[in-house]
Structure formats: structure tokens, C-alpha cells
């Protein structure tokens, strides 16, 4: 700073910048000002790309501006990881916010210095202005089609009473239908995001959530009239077009997430625009992560139920009980529009079904207690550890689970009664109830026995306009006194993963809070302690060097290795949005490992930490880092500094060495019985495991085609045939069923 001058606060800086006169001269005389960016200056500035939804947009373009000035990379990365540069979010009708600050960081890029990969993202990003064309003219689509189905509502009068059919009941009686009938069409392979199969259950819920949205915002839903659903409407595709665009919506959303938060690069063939990311091993992980996920679950899954009695299952007794009472708790009532089946549990019936505490143990029917042992295990806690996390103040996953009973049973027995349904009609207006919200809460005290816990998970299931609102998050939502919900929906969700993967999104702090445990941690040290060979293992471990404080989580000594592990537990994510947790927790253990590996390469740092720390003997060992994650993804991404690898397939290379198909078994070690060089190769990026499962992945693409231009991202799935071709190959078989194996074959030769 020159003699004289006064420094300046942050915002008194930004607003010294003048937009239209911004030039070298201007930047020089800023930068005077203040030497660097304070972590208190960065914090306001990024308060303003928080808001780049509602906030003006001059003082957005300002505050990136501004934080350009010192850091001209580091400001575009923040705002491309806030959202500032998509073009879903509006300005006016004739240019969106993210046109206007593209254009003008491209026309200052040389002012403010920005790097070629940035500029190429601007260069980018704009380029791909075909996006806010896609956004606009889809969204007034979808205004069409809403406005002519409002004004060719069903208003009809029956038995003195006014009945008007509405969207926002026939969209929640839409997906309640497919999930209580199961339809699991799913052509995603296909790539074809034109046809509304290719989307999933969840894909549609989350499309069908955004369409209610927009109907409750545009009109009142009035406690005072009675809403019915027009059946017909339902059951053709008149709904389903209009589905399949908010699905395509959120589909491009997804794409330009990849831009902009994972850096996937756009390129231009002909009327082809393609997103691929410039290391493929990215996508691969990913893919590779969901497709395990659900490979693991249905395995799970599968061996579970196998081993409950018959009786346990929820499924099973609702058969019964509408076997033994019939019509006495379900009945076909009304005529035309009204036709329709209302169900009426006994309170005593109720009463038994919600008994928990037998010889002081909570008991679980069968389909409880499976999805409680698998969230868990997904967890990476213990089953007193779940116990003990709270969800809301008083509730845990325990209580979430209890409180989906009732549903469950409810949607069994719609099960059995509408089996014998022909008249689809009939089924579709059943489908979402309207109760009470005062006996909807009697009901879920018979689960919950607790007061405190009713009004929690009411609150916590209910549509809450200050967040985004999700079907399958706040599926409860109030008119007047009465709440309506989708019970297929209720009963199907994984409702103990949304309710806590909700509680992050608004920022619940109890969410937080382990009291004091770290169970991926633990789980970690406990994998290695079961193992044969004898490590010296030590976890949380802080430590000092050159004036930073670091702390490894889990830190493995071997005669002539050391392993330093950064535990991360984020939630498993179900979109590219949610992703965002784990590559953030991912990028918080890189830069620790950076720290401690420097450290540890330091003799002097080394040997006293030896010394006076782990006591044990000083000597020169080699290296070895890892981040060890609880989700599944990215643990064959060879980008990165330090590997990634999942807990589970940790504790197989420790423990057992299987690799697990339906008719055969290898083993992963090199020899018999397992050697701390089996571990080494799982921690190198080009190792067998990991170059196994990379190879195995087949490309595919995604397209969506509008207005004559297609966008194509490209991915990734898992050949299973080619994984057991490549292990068959590259590693010791332990068992093969012989006619099991040939039928796969026979069966994929005569799919290609």
C-alpha cells in the first residue's frame, strides 16, 4: 500500500467499481487499496452469489468483479459453484442474469487476468446460451398446457354439492399410481430423454414435484371446495406429455450442473451439443457408484428377506386382515366421478399393529427391520449408533421408520383390494386421501406414543414453503385443516434417507450432531483391526506443522508402510445437485492429505511425531494416502491427488478378498491368504481392482433433442459381462456354477 493511502473496507471497495468504466488503471488503484482478500472479505462477497436468485444483478456482477480483482480464478469458480452463471434463473424476458455477466467477464476478461481454462469456461458457457432459448420455451409450454387444463376443468355438481377436478390432486394421484402398481418401465439405457420412460420413478416424482409447485403458485388451492381428479386425464397421455417436460427441465438442470460445479466440457459437432468431462474416469465413477449402490441393495435385500418368518412381514398380515375383514375396512362407494374405495382400519386393529416395545425391545415387522439393518450399513453406523442420531429433537430414524407403519398398512391393503379392480378409473380416484390433520396426528401417536415426536415429524413431513418442495420429502400438504399426501408414495420412499437427507438441505444443525461419534471412523479402524495382519493403527491423531493444525482420522503403520486415511460419511446423493456434498467433502480431504503428507515427508516433523506421538520406531516408511468414503461414488476416479476408495470394498480387500457375482467367486489377493501388499495395489490408481472396474464400464450416450439441436452427455454403464470375462481372466477363481454362467451368457449373446 502507498504511503498515505487508507485501506479500505470491502464493501466500500465494490462500491468504488465502476461497471461501465472498469479498466486496468481502475483495478491498479482498488488493489492499492487492500493487499489481498481476507477470508472475512471473501465470505461477504459470496454472500452476494448466494442470492444470485433474488439479488440485483448489477451488485452481483459487482461483487464478482470485485473478487476477480484479487483472485480472478478463484471468483469464477465460486460463482460457477453457487449457480451465478445458469441460465435457468431470469433476469427479463429477453436476456437471463447469466448472459448478462458472461457477456461482460468476457469483454473485462483480459482486465482482470483470468486464466485460459477460465476463459474457456466463459468462452463455453455462453456458447451454450442454447440453453436459455430450451428454458424459456419449455417453461411456456408448460404454462400452456397448465392454463388450458385449468380453464377445461371438471366443475360438476353432485347430490347438491359443487365438485371441481384440480392438477395439483392429479399429478400426486399420477406418481401415487406408479408406485402402488409398481410401473418400472425404465428404458434409461436407452438414452432417449424425449420419451418419459427413460426417467425414473424418482426422476418423475421429482419433475411431478415441481409441476405442483408451479399449479399452487399460480392458483389457490381453497380449503372450501372439494377437489376430485379427472381420471381420464390421468390415465392418458395428455399428463404425461406434460410430465416429460419439467422431467426434461430437471434433466438440463442436471446437465449444466456438470459444467458448471464439475467442470464437464462442452463441445460443438454439427447440430450436436456434447458434455463430456476431459478425464473419462470422472464419469465412470460415478455411473459405477449409483449402479453398485443399487446392486448392493437388491442383494441385501434379497439375502434378508430369505431369512424372516412369514409372519413378520407387513405384506403378509394386511393379506390376512383383508382376507378375515373385507368389506368391513374397504368399500366401493359413490357413482360417476365419485366412484371410488375408502378404507377404515379399527383403532383396535391400529392400536396392535403400532405395539414397538415388547420385553423392552422396539419390534420391527420384516420390511422394517431389513430397510433399518440396510440403512445402517449404508450409514456406516451400528444399529445403536442409528439409535442414538437424532433427526429433529426428540426424533430418530427409529421414529421415522415407526411413523411410516401406518402407510405401509394402508397401502398393502389397497394392494389386495384394487388386485381385483378392472376399471383403472376407479383405482386412480381413490388414491390421495384428505384427512384431518388432527386425526392424522392421533394416528401417528398410536406409533410414536409421544406428543412432542407427533407434532416433529408432522413438521418435518410438511410441505414448507421457504424450501423446494419434493413429494417424496414433505409429502404432507395442508389445506385448511385437511392434509393431503400420496400413501403409495409414503409407503415405497426411503423415508429414513430423505428425512435426514432433507435436514441437511435446510441446514437442520441437530442433523449434525454425532454427539461425539465418528462411526465411519470407528468402522474403519475396526476393519483393520479385524484383519490378519498385524497393523499399528491409531486414529484421530492431531498434529501440527509450519503453523497449521492437521488431524488424520485413521493413520496405519506397517513395517515398511504408512497409510494416512481421511474418513468422509456424506449421505449417498440421488442427483448431480446433492453430488455436490460429497465432491465438497472430497476436496476438504484432499487438502488435509496435501497437509499431511507434506508432513510426514518431513524427517524431522516425522521422526518426532514417531517418537512422541504413536511411540513406535521412527524409521523411514514409505507413503501411502486415502480418502475413504461411506457412498460408493467416485472410488475409481484416477483424478486426484489421493485415491478414493469405499469403506466396503476397503474392508473386502482387508477381510475376505471375495468378489461376489450371483453363480461365481474370486479372490482379489494375490495369494491364499491376504498380504499387506493386496492393500498397496487397492491404493494405486492403475491396481487391479480398480483398473477391473474401470474397464469393465461401456460408454453410452444421453440425448435430449429441442428445436433441431441435440444435447448428448456422455456416459457410462456397467457391462456385467464383460466384469466377469475380465475377472475370469485376471484373477483366481474360487467357485463357478457352471450352467448358471452359461446361461448368462446365452442370454446377453441373444440380447446383442
Given at each position: ?38 477470508n ?18 448489477e ?58 481454462e ?114 381420464t ?39 450436436n ?21 443399487k ?48 378404507f ?6 391400529l ?75 376407479v ?109 499399528e ?77 504413536l511411540?513406535?520406531?521412527a ?13 460408493r ?90 466384469l ?8 483366481r ?18 440380447k446383442?
Amino acid at each position: 500500500m502507498k504511503d498515505g493511502a487508507i485501506a479500505l473496507k470491502i464493501d466500500d471497495l465494490m462500491q468504488k467499481i465502476d461497471l461501465n468504466l472498469l479498466n486496468e488503471e481502475m483495478c491498479i488503484k482498488l488493489k492499492n487499496q487492500k493487499v489481498e482478500l481476507s477470508n472475512r472479505d471473501k465470505k461477504y462477497l459470496l454472500n452476494f452469489f448466494t442470492y444470485y436468485k433474488s439479488g440485483i444483478k448489477e451488485n452481483i456482477l459487482k461483487a464478482i468483479v470485485c473478487f476477480a480483482i484479487w483472485e480472478p480464478d478463484e471468483a469464477i469458480n465460486q460463482a460457477r459453484k453457487k449457480g451465478v452463471f445458469r441460465y435457468r434463473v431470469f433476469g427479463n424476458n429477453t436476456k437471463t442474469k447469466a448472459r448478462y455477466y458472461l457477456e461482460y467477464l468476457i469483454l473485462k476478461k483480459d482486465i482482470l487476468c483470468f486464466s485460459r481454462e477460465t476463459n474457456k469456461y466463459l468462452k463455453q458457457k455462453y456458447e451454450f446460451v442454447w440453453l436459455e432459448h430450451f428454458y424459456i420455451e419449455t417453461e411456456k409450454k408448460i404454462d400452456k398446457e397448465i392454463r388450458y387444463h385449468y380453464k377445461r376443468k371438471i366443475k360438476k355438481k353432485i347430490n347438491g354439492i359443487r365438485f371441481e377436478s384440480s392438477l395439483h390432486k392429479e399429478l400426486l394421484a399420477y406418481i401415487d399410481r406408479i408406485f402402488l402398481l409398481e410401473e418400472q418401465k425404465q428404458t434409461k439405457q436407452d438414452g432417449n430423454y424425449n420419451i418419459l420412460s427413460t426417467f425414473s420413478q424418482e426422476e418423475k416424482a421429482e419433475g411431478i414435484s415441481y409441476l405442483f409447485f408451479k399449479y399452487i403458485q399460480k392458483y389457490e388451492i381453497s380449503p372450501e371446495k372439494n377437489y376430485i381428479v379427472d381420471a381420464t386425464y390421468i390415465n392418458s397421455n395428455k399428463i404425461e406429455k406434460l410430465i416429460l417436460l419439467a422431467c426434461q427441465i430437471n434433466y438440463v438442470l442436471e446437465m449444466e450442473l456438470l459444467i458448471d460445479f464439475y467442470d464437464y466440457d462442452i463441445y460443438y459437432e454439427g447440430k450436436n451439443i456434447i458434455l463430456r468431462n476431459k478425464d473419462e474416469t470422472l464419469e465412470k465413477s460415478v455411473q459405477l457408484g449409483y449402479i453398485m449402490q443399487k446392486m448392493q441393495s437388491i442383494l441385501f435385500f434379497d439375502r434378508r428377506y430369505s431369512g424372516h418368518k412369514e409372519y413378520d412381514c407387513l405384506e403378509t398380515i394386511s393379506r390376512q386382515i383383508v382376507q378375515k375383514l373385507g368389506n368391513k375396512i374397504g368399500k366401493r362407494v359413490g357413482n360417476e366421478l365419485l366412484t371410488r374405495y375408502i378404507f377404515e382400519i379399527p383403532t383396535v386393529l391400529l392400536k396392535k399393529m403400532s405395539e414397538q416395545n415388547i420385553e423392552g425391545k422396539v419390534q420391527f415387522y420384516k420390511e422394517e427391520g431389513v430397510e433399518l439393518e440396510h440403512f445402517s450399513k449404508e450409514m456406516c453406523m451400528s444399529l445403536n449408533q442409528l439409535y442414538e442420531k437424532k433427526v429433529t429433537q426428540n426424533c430418530n430414524a427409529y421414529d421415522i421408520l415407526l411413523s411410516q407403519r401406518f402407510f405401509r398398512i394402508i397401502y398393502f391393503i389397497q394392494k389386495n383390494f384394487y388386485q381385483n379392480e378392472k376399471d383403472i378409473n376407479v383405482i386412480v380416484q381413490s388414491l390421495i386421501p384428505s384427512i384431518d390433520r388432527e386425526m392424522l396426528k392421533k394416528i401417528l401417536f398410536m406409533f410414536l406414543k409421544n406428543k412432542q415426536k407427533v407434532d416433529e415429524i408432522y413438521d418435518l413431513l410438511s410441505y414448507d414453503k421457504n424450501y423446494k418442495f419434493d413429494i417424496q420429502y414433505t409429502p404432507f400438504f395442508e389445506t385448511g385443516k385437511k392434509v393431503i399426501f400420496p400413501i403409495s408414495v409414503m409407503a415405497n420412499s426411503n423415508l429414513m434417507r430423505n428425512t435426514i437427507a432433507y435436514s441437511y438441505l435446510s441446514k437442520n444443525k441437530i442433523i449434525n450432531d454425532n454427539n461425539g461419534i465418528e462411526p465411519l471412523v470407528k468402522l474403519c479402524e475396526n476393519y483393520f483391526r479385524q484383519c490378519s495382519y498385524e497393523y499399528e493403527i491409531f486414529i484421530n491423531k492431531n498434529y501440527k506443522y509450519k503453523g497449521k493444525s492437521g488431524e488424520i482420522d485413521v493413520l496405519v503403520v506397517s513395517n515398511s508402510d504408512l497409510i494416512i486415511i481421511e474418513c468422509k460419511d456424506p449421505l449417498m446423493p440421488t442427483s448431480n445437485f446433492e453430488m455436490r456434498s460429497t465432491f465438497e467433502h472430497i476436496e476438504k480431504a484432499q487438502k488435509q492429505l496435501d497437509l499431511s503428507k507434506k508432513a510426514f515427508e518431513d524427517n524431522g516433523f516425522r521422526n518426532k511425531f514417531f517418537r512422541d506421538s504413536l511411540h513406535i520406531d521412527a524409521k523411514y516408511r514409505n507413503i501411502y494416502t486415502c480418502v475413504v468414503l461411506g457412498n460408493r461414488l467416485f472410488s475409481i476416479w484416477s483424478g486426484v491427488r489421493h485415491p478414493i476408495r469405499n469403506i466396503h470394498e476397503l474392508d473386502m480387500i482387508l477381510n475376505s478378498g471375495i468378489i461376489n457375482s450371483t453363480f461365481a467367486k474370486w479372490s482379489i489377493w494375490k495369494g491364499e491368504k491376504y498380504s499387506h501388499e493386496d492393500l498397496i495395489d487397492f491404493l494405486k490408481q492403475d491396481g487391479v481392482f480398480i483398473k477391473i472396474m474401470q474397464d469393465s464400464m461401456e460408454a453410452f450416450d444421453n440425448k435430449l433433442t429441442f428445436a433441431g439441436k441435440t444435447i448428448q452427455y456422455e456416459s457410462y454403464m456397467l457391462n456385467m459381462k464383460k466384469l466377469f470375462l475380465i475377472c475370469d481372466d485376471k484373477l483366481r477363481l474360487i467357485e463357478k456354477r457352471k450352467n448358471k454362467w452359461d446361461e448368462f451368457f446365452d442370454i446377453n449373446e441373444e440380447k446383442n
